[in-house]
């Protein structure tokens, strides 16, 4: 299981590698329905995380062939509309008022409405985008910002799909992208993370952060929060100004970072790796609580005071309170 657990009401919405999506009852864990999408051909992976509307639940599948964008009725499961492209759509999909927008493996972006399944606009990649395309997009201000795996970095016209700029990064991207204070932010594979302009493109600093960013770039309060991989021993999730001009703190693991997307709930930060949870405190890095699970903690997200883990394995994790001993579904 890669994706973030999705809590829609009184469900929670998960995706397997195994071409399945469940919607579990949050009291009990119970399959209230379920999606297979071997219906649709080859069961397909579901690697980005879903978009829950007031009535629907949107998410992408992803193949070595074809892929859809499914959106389903919330309550019952009921396919809605769906579209079918080559590969798929392996990132997370977003919601601009009634648009969904999907950046799909046939490098292209797709914008459809939300009610009818009407595709509004679609519009191409660079020339030599990259099918390995998993980075997940950020969207602000009527812009969406996608970054392709080949090292560019485009601002698209959320509404018309027209593309605003495109910046080269001069590396591959590794990270998601995130907007801080009117700056896009992104990781190459070489080693920085870009601070490039929203409003131009201009790219104004690349840092070297001592390692290889991986997986999403988080706000946590004052801080960015990026995970660091520096060869095979050192693996680090670090804490930084947003204009990343300071280091103010890091966490070093016995292993690599399982949770891509660490999880951000008021003042702490949620991330794992293979066995382990950690609750850190987000100003300072202090950990605040633990607890042991068995397997690899991947997908995570923390509404109130529950906390919802996917794990590699292919469960999901229910946990009160980080001490306490989660409930497996």
């Not at 074809?66 to 769906?82: C, M, N, S």
């Not at 405190?281 to 609580?289: I, P």
Request: proline share 5%; charged share 20%; glycine share 10%.
């Amino acid at each position: 299981m890669f994706i973030t657990p999705a809590v829609a009401g009184r469900l929670v919405i998960v995706g397997s590698c195994a071409g399945k999506l469940l919607a579990l009852a949050d009291s009990t864990g119970d399959v209230v329905w379920s999606y297979d999408t071997s219906v649709d051909g080859s069961p397909a992976n579901f690697h980005g995380d879903v978009l829950v509307t007031e009535d629907l639940v949107v998410v992408g599948t992803d193949t070595d062939s074809i892929g859809h964008l499914y959106a389903f009725e919330r309550p019952t499961g009921a396919v809605r509309w769906k579209h079918a492209f080559a590969g798929g759509v392996a990132s997370q999909v977003l919601r601009d008022r009634d648009l969904a927008l999907a950046v799909t493996q046939s490098m292209e972006i797709v914008a459809v409405d939300l009610a009818t399944g009407v595709v509004r606009w679609r519009t191409p990649g660079p020339p030599d985008a990259d099918a390995d395309n998993l980075a997940d997009p950020a969207l602000a201000a009527d812009r969406l910002f996608v970054g392709w795996r080949a090292g560019w970095l485009d601002a698209i016209d959320s509404q018309t799909g027209h593309i605003l700029w495109r910046t080269s990064l001069l590396g591959l991207v590794n990270t998601s992208v995130l907007v801080v204070d009117g700056e896009v932010l992104v990781g190459t594979l070489d080693g920085f993370v870009h601070r490039v302009r929203a409003s131009d493109g201009k790219l104004i600093e690349s840092i070297d952060i001592g390692g290889m960013p991986f997986g999403d770039l988080v706000r946590a309060g004052d801080h960015v929060l990026v995970l660091v991989k520096s060869g095979e021993t050192l693996h680090r999730l670090t804490a930084w100004t947003p204009s990343l001009d300071r280091l103010a703190w890091e966490v070093k693991a016995p292993v690599e970072w399982s949770s891509f997307r660490p999880a951000v709930h008021e003042t702490a930060v949620l991330a794992g790796y293979p066995g382990r949870l950690l609750v850190l405190d987000a100003t300072t890095g202090r950990k605040l609580s633990s607890c042991d699970v068995s397997g690899h903690p991947r997908g995570l997200a923390w509404l109130d005071d529950v906390i919802y883990v996917g794990l590699f394995e292919g469960h999901v994790l229910r946990i009160e309170s980080p001490t306490q001993t989660p409930t497996k579904h």
